[in-house]
């Protein structure tokens, strides 16, 4: 069974979304939300149910602080996280 005819059956798609996807050279990489922001629209005009999983928390946010280097201390990981979280949200 291809990717198609795979989808086509579904009733339910999970979707994961890492740091790679949404993060190009430490900046929030706008295009690709947005390509895949249709692609799930699409799925739902097909009547899929969606569930969409992201890790990329903590490297949305550092890009929208600006930063460019990762640090060990949790405050600062929690930090980016709380404030890509709701980037993604949105």
Same mark, same amino acid.
């Given at each position: 069974m291809n990717?198609?005819?795979?989808i086509q059956?579904?009733?339910l798609i @999970?979707?994961?979304?890492?740091?790679?996807?949404? =993060?190009?050279? %430490?900046?929030?990489?706008?295009?690709?939300?947005?390509?895949?922001?249709? #692609? @799930?629209? $699409?799925?739902?005009?097909?009547?899929?149910? @969606?569930?969409?999983?992201?890790?990329? $928390?903590?490297?949305?946010?550092?890009?929208?602080?600006? %930063?460019?280097?990762?640090?060990?201390?949790?405050? %600062?990981?929690? $930090?980016?996280?709380?404030?890509?979280?709701? =980037?993604?949200? #949105?």
């Amino acid at each position: 069974m291809n990717r198609t005819e795979f989808i086509q059956n579904a009733h339910l798609i @999970i979707i994961k979304v890492g740091s790679s996807l949404l =993060v190009r050279d %430490f900046q929030l990489d706008v295009d690709r939300l947005q390509k895949l922001a249709g #692609q @799930i629209s $699409a799925l739902l005009q097909l009547q899929k149910k @969606i569930i969409l999983v992201s890790s990329g $928390a903590m490297a949305c946010g550092m890009s929208m602080m600006g %930063f460019h280097q990762k640090r060990k201390d949790i405050p %600062f990981k929690q $930090a980016m996280a709380s404030i890509g979280q709701g =980037v993604l949200m #949105q």
